[in-house]
């Protein structure tokens, strides 16, 4: 289990093209208490870029950045940091202009701009979230902090590596603000592995979802810990295979193993109310409008199910665009669009690849322009 929640973290991210998304400008973006979010130069990087003009937007921010604007930095190095580059502008820079850009000129190879605003920036550095205490481990500490500081989806990734590394008292510590949907699956699931009362009562959770038939009860039934925990197994075995299907997805490949019976029926209805497939939902009935169900199937099973899916839709910074208003932006769908391709890009012939897919048309005819290739 481990090897697969790793290599599901591992966040390999991108950039494109597509909706109707209202323009920036009639966006509710509040106030923030990041230094230089209240300027309107940045303001207006900032909807630009939620609008996808990076050509705009980046030249903007840059030059806010090197004026030791900290939203900026903070912006441009999340883009940085989290691979949110792949687009068709950004990819017609030279390596200098990109370095330039994404970077803090520190007389060498420079710093990103993240770790840069980090030494006066808490936020940035809960953000970032990389490393261990000064004894060596993991713990929820920077999660809680994080969500303390108004950033909860970024302790998705720290819940991730303590579930990595066994650090199941932690993970069940961070548990404690997981209220939001793309972390209670992974937290029931790591209750599953201590006999603690709190820990049981989230395991309780994660079965009571599951009996409901929710998409984060499935996630539950698939992490879940049942080698030693024989009311688990009965309740779960007889649904191995649609579990793994459901949590899984199926990517849209000549060579993928189909469905079990009635699986894309089940997958349908549990993404038809999950409220962490709204990005998709909405993207699909842009793009697919009758086809939506089939297009919103397919994006889930090419972002290699639900592991994926919290880190496609979610904000990349909630201190600056809400999470209700991120998913209604143009950006957001970029950002899902290259989620998506994350597949192909990975193939010596993304355009090859690409081609072999099989998609809904719609989907196929949306996607086709977001192949931005090396």
């Not at 599951?210 to 779960?236: H, K, P, S």
């Not at 355009?351 to 072999?356: N, P, R, S």
Request: net charge negative.
């Amino acid at each position: 289990m481990r090897a697969t929640l790793i290599g599901a973290l591992v966040l390999v991210l991108a950039v494109l093209a597509a909706p109707v998304a209202p323009r920036c400008q009639d966006l509710a973006l509040p106030p923030s208490g990041i230094e230089g979010a209240d300027s309107p130069v940045f303001r207006a990087a900032l909807e630009d870029w939620l609008h996808g003009d990076d050509q705009h937007a980046l030249p903007s921010l840059g030059e806010l950045a090197r004026q030791d604007n900290l939203a900026a930095q903070i912006l441009l190095g999340i883009i940085y940091d989290r691979g949110l580059m792949r687009t068709a502008w950004i990819a017609g820079l030279s390596l200098a202009e990109r370095r330039a850009l994404f970077r803090f000129d520190d007389g060498r190879f420079g710093v990103p701009w993240l770790r840069h605003a980090a030494d006066r920036s808490e936020l940035a550095g809960l953000i970032i979230q990389a490393g261990p205490d000064e004894q060596g481990n993991f713990t929820a500490d920077a999660g809680l902090r994080a969500a303390a500081a108004g950033e909860p989806r970024s302790t998705v990734r720290l819940l991730g590596i303590l579930l990595n590394q066994g650090t199941w008292a932690e993970a069940v510590r961070l548990a404690a603000v997981a209220e939001t949907y793309d972390m209670q699956a992974m937290a029931w699931a790591a209750a599953t592995y201590l006999a603690t009362d709190k820990a049981r009562a989230l395991r309780e959770r994660g079965l009571a979802e599951f009996r409901a038939r929710t998409l984060q009860g499935w996630i539950f039934a698939t992490l879940a810990d049942r080698l030693f925990d024989a009311e688990l197994e009965a309740i779960l075995a007889p649904h191995d295979p649609m579990r793994i299907y459901v949590s899984r997805g199926r990517l849209p490949l000549d060579t993928a193993d189909p469905p079990p019976p009635g699986g894309e029926a089940v997958l349908d209805a549990l993404l038809a109310d999950a409220p962490e497939a709204d990005l998709p939902r909405r993207y699909c009935r842009r793009v697919c409008a009758a086809e939506a169900p089939v297009c919103t199937r397919q994006i889930y099973g090419m972002l290699a199910g639900y592991m994926t899916l919290p880190h496609a839709v979610s904000s990349p910074v909630e201190t600056l665009i809400p999470q209700d208003v991120w998913v209604t932006t143009r950006r957001a769908e970029i950002v899902l669009e290259q989620y998506v391709l994350n597949t192909t890009h990975a193939r010596p012939d993304p355009a090859a690849a690409f081609e072999t897919l099989r998609l809904a048309p719609c989907l196929r005819d949306a996607l086709r322009p977001a192949l931005v290739l090396p």
